[in-house]
């Protein structure tokens, strides 16, 4: 059973860089598409961008000149950067795999599993 | 962007009561939305994809229906462990967009 785990700092200072990392365990990173999503305290789901293992990475418009992911499939890991931080980026971050399943007419995708999250804040 | 808005944002239900929470898409998705449970303090479990098949291991009380803009989540008698917030995702095109969420509360 595939399971996931985020780590990295849980404080960053304004206009610092944002890391993470997630492992995952259980399964092979291969031939999946990873994502990172984020919750602020309180409010909803924001999905942030996923990376497939060839190393194509596609990212949300609201967050992509800032944000970077990337895949060591040696470690079974992929990593979140996330540039010139603020007060607005404090979220739980989660972890993700894209499941898929296939019908007649085309492709279906979800979020499963996840990662547990791990809370960011962002303060000086 | 999609936007997805789910109404209501939130409800007051009993245990064994029958509830359905609506997502709306601002543009057709098909039949390319997921829903979630998301209990506090943890990670979105997902419940239904594909508008309506159900995820393996998920109690058969949870039915999903729609297709183009309009999607129903239906849970046919409210237990306990179902107390939580409920979001909604569409899966048509990227960037994947999540409802604000419905909270169901006693």
């Known amino acids: 059973q595939v399971q996931l785990q985020e780590s990295g700092p849980g404080l960053v200072k304004p206009s610092e860089t944002l890391s993470l990392i997630c492992t995952v365990s259980g399964g092979s990173i291969s031939n999946h598409y990873w994502s990172w999503i984020r919750q602020p305290p309180g409010k909803g789901l924001e999905w942030i961008g996923h990376?497939?293992?060839?190393?194509?990475?596609n990212y949300n418009p609201s967050l992509k000149s800032r944000v970077t992911i990337s895949l060591d499939t040696s470690r079974d890991q992929f990593s979140l950067h996330l540039t010139s931080v603020t007060a607005a980026d404090t979220a739980v971050y989660y972890c993700a795999r894209r499941t898929s399943y296939y019908r007649t007419n085309g492709g279906y995708y979800w979020f499963d599993p996840w990662g547990q999250g791990t809370l960011v804040s962002v303060s000086s | 962007d999609i936007q997805m808005t789910q109404s209501p944002s939130s409800l007051s239900a009993s245990l064994g009561d029958r509830i359905t929470i609506t997502c709306r898409a601002s543009q057709s998705i098909s039949d390319y939305l997921n829903w979630y449970q998301q209990r506090p303090g943890k990670a979105p479990k997902v419940l239904i994809y594909g508008a309506f098949s159900l995820q393996s291991g998920v109690p058969s009380r949870f039915s999903g229906s729609g297709s183009g803009t309009d999607f129903t989540l239906t849970i046919s008698s409210l237990q306990p462990e179902d107390f939580a917030t409920y979001y909604c995702?569409?899966?048509?095109?990227?960037?994947?967009?999540f409802g604000q969420g419905t909270k169901v509360e006693i």
């Open positions: 995702q569409q899966s048509y095109k990227t960037p994947w967009t």
């Open positions: 990376i497939y293992n060839t190393g194509d990475a």
